[in-house]
C-alpha cells in the first residue's frame, strides 16, 4: 500500500500530465527543478508545504485537495479515460454558472441521442 508521501506525488503527476505540463515545466514554475518534481512525483522525495502550496496553486488546486485526494485514494489507475475526464472536470469547474448549465443540457443532448434507437 502506497504512503501518502507516494499518494501526495501521484495526484500531482495526475494533475500535471492533465495540465500537459512537463517535470522541468511545473519546476520551473516554483522555482525547484524538474528532477526534484520527480521524486516527488515517485513518492522518494517529500514535498514540503510552502512547495506543496505553490505545486497546488499551479495545477489549480489547493494544497488541502492534494492531501485530501491523496489519503482518500485506494487504487486510482491513470489511463487515457480518467486523464481526459480529469481534464473534462477541470475544463468544467472553470465556467461560469450560466456555462456550467449550457454544457450540462449539451450533454443530456448527446446521451440522448446515444439512448435512442437510430431509425432511418
Known sequence: MANLNERIGE??????????LTQNDLGGKIGVSGSYI??????QTGVRITELEALATCLRTTA?????EAAGR??????????ERDAFLTLYDGLSVEH?????????????LQIQPHTN
Open 64 to 68: 488541502i485537495d492534494l492531501i485530501n
Open 100 to 112: 456550467k448549465q449550457q454544457a450540462r443540457t449539451f450533454l443530456m443532448f448527446l446521451r440522448e
Open 74 to 83: 485506494d487504487e486510482y489507475k491513470f489511463t487515457t479515460e480518467t486523464r
Open 38 to 43: 520527480s521524486g516527488v512525483e515517485s513518492g
Open 11 to 20: 495526484a500531482i503527476k495526475r494533475k500535471r500530465q492533465r495540465d500537459r
